[in-house]
């Protein structure tokens, strides 16, 4: 792997990269991975060096499907919840929740990704920008690794009322989060 890190990305890139991504699943689609990967950073497809690649060689173009969704590499997504409750104001209904369990290979860049963020769709597509919907999980900031996290955000649910509970591996909790109104 260092190997790669010094021959086809700088140590910036090969933190970033590949992207985390989220498919919508079609009938015979073909997602590239592991001949392929996202680079969320330039929006193109580029072929992995194990396949050919240079870190800069485009996939070929319509053989493989675009993300619908794409977060920065190795914030490791747990959880994908579709919210359908009535208790969140109406922005949070239909969309996805994630819960990005947070990096272990950012280097030389900082740890990142332990928090949960809302992404609106509407009709089955994204349909506005990420927001962060709960942070503060790792507590100090920048962690120098993942074992210095105090909670790493794991599972999403929709309780009976409406309300979402977040699960966290690392500090063994699970959050029960309401919406009081303005």
Request: avoid cysteine; hydrophobic fraction near 35%; charged fraction near 20%.
């Amino acid at each position: 792997m260092q190997e790669y890190i010094i021959r086809y990305y700088t140590e910036a890139e090969s933190a970033e990269l590949p992207a985390e991504e989220m498919h919508k699943v079609i009938d015979g689609g073909d997602y590239g991975w592991p001949y392929t990967y996202w680079n969320h950073l330039t929006g193109e497809r580029i072929m992995n060096p194990e396949y050919g690649g240079d870190g800069n060689l485009l996939a070929k173009d319509g053989l493989y499907q675009d993300p619908i969704y794409a977060a920065p590499g190795h914030w490791a997504p747990n959880d994908v919840h579709f919210y359908h409750g009535s208790a969140f104001p109406e922005f949070y209904r239909g969309g996805a929740f994630i819960a990005f369990h947070g990096s272990w290979n950012r280097a030389p860049l900082p740890q990142a990704g332990y928090k949960v963020v809302y992404v609106p769709f509407e009709n089955g597509l994204p349909s506005g920008d990420e927001v962060t919907f709960a942070d503060g999980f790792a507590g100090q900031s920048p962690l120098a690794s993942p074992g210095e996290a105090i909670h790493r955000p794991m599972g999403i649910i929709t309780g009976l009322e409406g309300e979402l509970y977040i699960s966290d591996d690392a500090g063994g909790r699970i959050w029960r989060i309401t919406y009081e109104g303005e």
